[in-house]
């Protein structure tokens, strides 16, 4: 089981590309891995950045800051974003059935290049070697239904025992997942890539650990987490420095 005073890890990323706490996850008491998709699974933020930017290309002035709205947010439902950009951004109320075609749009302009976008480094290993001996989820930002679609035909059903989406906030999906496991919080870790992931796992108290790309800004900087990665194969081969596991013992 995991002590409850958690140590702070240096902001800054080793060259390696993780930071671990000093602590280690207790593979006897750890039940279930909970990605995020987007960045952690896919290298999809990008397409999704581009995406916003072109939904939105009849306000060049404001294509900037809706494209860091999206990488800073990764973790926020996409109806949000869309609420947010008209609110703060283009300053005029959003009807229902605009927000509706905005949402098709943007699946349209996205749904291909989701199919042929490559996993974060390491990804495809790490669910081939992780969903045999912990429940892994998905918890996205992206709609329910069609963070599912997307998990289908990319052939990864397998993997997961369940996939979440919006309109459920990261910190809700967490403790659902919890409360229909019968799990402890720290029976369950959360990868995620985006501060709305780190909020949503601190909601849920549950153990995060932060993907952090190459030459990306670090969102993490002075956060509570177990670890920071650069991507997935840094995780699979630290794991061990991480999980303690049987044979350690």
């Known amino acids: 089981m995991l002590p409850s005073n958690r140590k702070r890890l240096s902001k800054d990323i080793s060259s390696t590309g993780i930071k671990m706490n000093q602590r280690k996850l207790d593979s006897y008491s750890l039940k279930a891995i909970i990605l995020d998709f987007d960045g952690v699974i896919l290298e999809s933020n990008q397409i999704k950045a581009e995406a916003f930017r072109q939904l939105f290309k009849a306000y060049p002035q404001h294509g900037d800051k809706i494209v860091e709205l999206h990488l800073t947010h990764g973790g926020m439902p996409r109806h949000e974003k869309l609420r947010t950009i008209y609110r703060e951004f283009l300053r005029k109320p959003l009807r229902n059935e605009e927000l509706a075609r905005l949402d098709a749009r943007f699946r349209n302009l996205v749904e291909e290049q989701i199919l042929e976008c ?119 081969r630290r794991w061990q420095t991480l999980a303690s596991t049987p044979s350690s013992r």
Request: a negative charge; proline letters at 7%.
């Open 118 to 236: 490559p996993f974060v480094q390491g990804a495809e290993e790490f669910l081939k070697a992780y969903h045999s001996r912990y429940a892994l989820f998905v918890a996205s930002g992206t709609p329910e239904e069609e963070m599912r679609d997307q998990i289908r035909l990319r052939g990864l059903p397998g993997y997961f025992r369940g996939v979440y989406g919006s309109p459920r906030h990261k910190g809700e999906i967490l403790r659902d997942i919890l409360s229909e496991n019968s799990w402890q919080p720290l029976q369950v870790l959360f990868i995620g890539d985006a501060i709305d992931d780190y909020n949503g796992a601190k909601e849920a108290s549950v153990p995060f650990i932060g993907r952090v790309a190459p030459g990306a800004k670090n969102p993490f900087d002075e956060k509570e987490v177990e670890a920071i990665v650069s991507d997935l194969d840094d995780l699979n």
